[in-house]
């Protein structure tokens, strides 16, 4: 931000510029403006090569994956696993939220086989490890949630969750104002009960001046979480969620006035018609700054199916405006993912985030949509499968009565409309 600030182009912004086909002059000014932000840790970079995205306006809508163990599930393996198939299907970024095991060891084993920037939670290392020290996370102390991000910053993450939105008179407020759903922010949960037990300030809002200066020399971005998000739509937009994105929007200029590369996190379950107002307010309120959305999911009904859901929901938010897309998996709400489930949820974001682009961006983004059309018409199915999410899938849903002998499918079989017309079209032509 400060480069660009100073008027100089950086190769990371030149390779934005390419890859995205926006002007180099357009990346530099909203990375000066902090409207587009680049992922890229200087500790990382000197050691590991990690793809280059930008997040922000103007840009493709991109789509972020969450792996990590948990504190019943603990299988180091498959989260590898998990990272691995998220890098080949294609997601830009990966969070990992492990709150089981060894958290340090399984950090860096993920960061290592994930070439894509790399996101963490440093509250949730904080407060387990916190809470086997001293028996209990409310003993929790300012020291102990700085070294954690600096720890994270050394080890070369890019991006971290910081809820230093929620403040002691939202939580105080919660024993008054009624929600269906209270706080479904892990990280929320947390500094809520850290809050209310020592009836003190949010201590990374409290902090943020000496947490920007850590993220200014690692060159690391804030993602600032959304604790108090809706987690029913009967609690979208209500005073909580509002009350904290007011105090993400001063957050976002301060770390705007040190050069901080900031991105903000936002909903959670909101109604389909909210769910563009959404985009707009938290847009205007925080100067534009780039949008990270969980979901959103637009019912609360969809276990099982979550996926879809929230597909539903980010095709909306990116088509408004959303500029990173956090997958959900068919297992929300229900369990931790399996690999197979990591999958089918980064496509479903995908799909969600190209649907969304296609109004974001136009021709841009739709000149695929164009090729694929032209394929279908022609019946061919190489061209097709190149430019597929899932050409394995698709291929096995083609062949799953056997190989097919004509050009089309069995669906139609010889009654598929481009062989008839194809014929006829030659017929007349003749
Ligand atoms: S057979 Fe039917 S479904 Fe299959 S390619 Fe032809 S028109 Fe499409």
């Known amino acids: 931000m400060l480069e660009a600030k100073n008027g100089r182009i950086t190769k990371e912004m030149e390779i934005i510029s390419k890859m995205e086909e926006v002007p180099i002059t357009l ?5 000066a403006e902090g409207r587009i932000i680049i992922p890229g840790n200087l500790r990382r970079l000197d050691k590991q090569e990690v793809k280059i995205i930008g997040i922000g306006e103007g840009l493709s809508t991109k789509v972020n994956v969450n792996i990590g163990t948990s504190t019943l599930i603990n299988n180091l393996e498959m989260e590898i696993e ?19 095991g060894d958290l340090d060891l399984i950090r860096r084993k993920l960061m290592e086989v994930a070439p894509v920037p790399f996101g963490t939670v440093p509250i949730y290392q904080t407060y387990i490890e916190v809470a086997k020290k001293k028996g209990s996370p409310v003993y929790m102390t300012e020291d102990d949630v700085l070294d954690t991000i600096e720890k994270h910053l050394r080890d070369g993450v890019d991006f971290m969750t910081i809820h230093a939105g929620i403040r002691l008179e939202h939580v105080k407020k919660l024993r008054d104002i009624k929600r269906v759903a209270g706080i479904v922010s892990r990280g929320g949960a947390i500094l809520a009960a850290w809050m209310l037990y020592n009836n003190k300030e949010n201590p990374l809002y409290e902090n943020w001046d000496y947490i920007l200066e850590l993220f200014a020399e690692y060159d690391g971005i804030i993602s600032i979480g959304d604790a108090l998000r809706p987690g029913a739509i009967h609690d979208a937009h209500d005073y909580f969620q509002m009350a904290e994105m007011v105090t ?7 770390s705007w006035s040190k050069n901080v590369q900031v991105m903000v996190e936002g909903p959670g379950h909101v109604p389909l018609n909210e769910i563009a107002e959404n985009v707009r307010i938290q847009k205007a309120l925080c100067n534009g700054a780039p949008y990270y959305v969980l979901g959103p999911l637009p019912t609360d009904i969809a276990a099982g199916y979550d996926h879809i859901a929230s597909a539903i929901g980010a095709a909306i938010a990116s088509a408004a405006g959303a500029d990173l897309i956090c997958y959900l998996t068919p297992a929300e709400h229900l369990s931790l993912p399996n690999p197979q489930q990591v999958k089918e949820g980064l496509i479903a974001a995908k799909i969600a985030a190209h649907a969304g682009d296609i109004i974001k961006l136009g021709d841009r983004a739709k000149r695929i949509d164009l090729e694929m059309s032209q394929a279908r018409k022609n ?3 190489e061209k097709m499968y190149s430019l597929m999410f899932d050409p394995d899938h698709a291929k096995s849903i083609r062949e799953q009565f056997g190989r ?10 010889s009654l598929c409309v481009y062989i008839i017309l194809d014929k006829f079209i030659k017929n007349e032509k003749d």
């Open 27 to 31: 990346i530099k000014r909203r990375v």
């Open 82 to 100: 998990k990272a691995k198939i998220a890098v080949k299907y294609g997601t830009d970024t990966i969070m990992d939220l492990s709150t089981g």
């Open 248 to 254: 993400v929007a001063e957050l976002v200029k301060r």
């Open 379 to 381: 019946l061919d199915w």
């Open 404 to 413: 097919v002998d004509l050009s089309s499918c069995t669906m139609c079989g």
